[in-house]
């Protein structure tokens, strides 16, 4: 499967935990996206990476909320002392490094619950 | 600023076209998207058309773009129950960085028999 892959696509984290969300972009991306989605809500952008450099984290919240991409691995998503206002979907896309469509491929969504 | 709106719901029956609308704030966007969500899934790109178009057609898709009036719309022609899902439109900023899209909450369609 070439296609975006995250993982877990479900999460039920208690308050106060800590989620870990993973994607692995299409092969031969090197351009990574985390969007958030609340429920009944569009998605709203988080983050943008490249291999090992964060390049646009304007939608990320200040607090708790970290990512990264190695270089090694797949882009992980982290949000540490979780509360029930961070339960939604998170999806994360890829691009191509040559592609000036804008076009993204996106995931299938890793659910976070926080009970 | 950078809001996207569409109304939340449309109903069609099965044969009909359906049209979906959408319309943004910033003008100087250089590609508009729809997307398409079915549950539980990801997001899938159905078209996209750059801002110097008026129309874009791909089999039964139609996408109608009003720059002067900010309006985007989505014909979706001879609409199937497996067209039922929520659509969204999206937009890419003028500058910086090309995928970092805005959405617009989306629209449900549903198809009834």
């Known amino acids: 499967n070439a296609g975006v892959m995250q993982n877990p696509r479900h999460l039920v984290r208690r308050r106060g935990q800590e989620a870990r969300l993973r994607c692995s972009p299409m092969k031969g991306h090197s351009h990574v996206y985390w969007y958030r989605q609340l429920p009944e809500e569009g998605l709203k952008f988080m983050v943008y990476?490249?291999?090992?450099?964060?390049?646009?984290e304007s939608g990320m919240p200040k607090e708790r909320f970290s990512a990264e991409f190695p270089k090694e691995g797949p882009s992980i998503l982290r949000i540490q002392q979780v509360v029930r206002g961070d339960s939604a979907a998170y999806f994360c896309?890829?691009?191509?490094?040559?592609?000036?469509?804008?076009?993204?491929?996106f995931g299938e969504g890793s659910r976070l619950t926080v009970l | 600023g950078e809001d996207v709106e569409q109304s939340l719901f449309l109903s069609v029956r099965e044969g009909d076209s359906s049209v979906i609308n959408c319309t943004y704030t910033d003008s100087s966007s250089t590609y508009l998207y729809w997307y398409k969500q079915e549950p539980g899934a990801g997001l899938q790109l159905l078209t996209y058309i750059f801002s110097n178009m008026d129309m874009k057609q791909d089999q039964r898709l139609t996408v109608l773009l009003n720059k002067k009036d900010k309006h985007l719309s989505l014909r979706i022609a001879d609409t199937q129950t497996g067209d039922s899902a929520i659509y969204f439109c999206?937009?890419?900023?003028?500058?910086?960085?090309?995928?970092?899209?805005?959405f617009g909450t989306g629209t449900r369609l549903q198809v009834t028999l």
């Open positions: 896309a890829s691009s191509l490094l040559t592609e000036n469509t804008g076009e993204l491929f």
């Open positions: 990476l490249q291999k090992e450099n964060i390049i646009d």
């Open positions: 999206a937009e890419s900023p003028p500058t910086g960085t090309a995928s970092k899209l805005t």
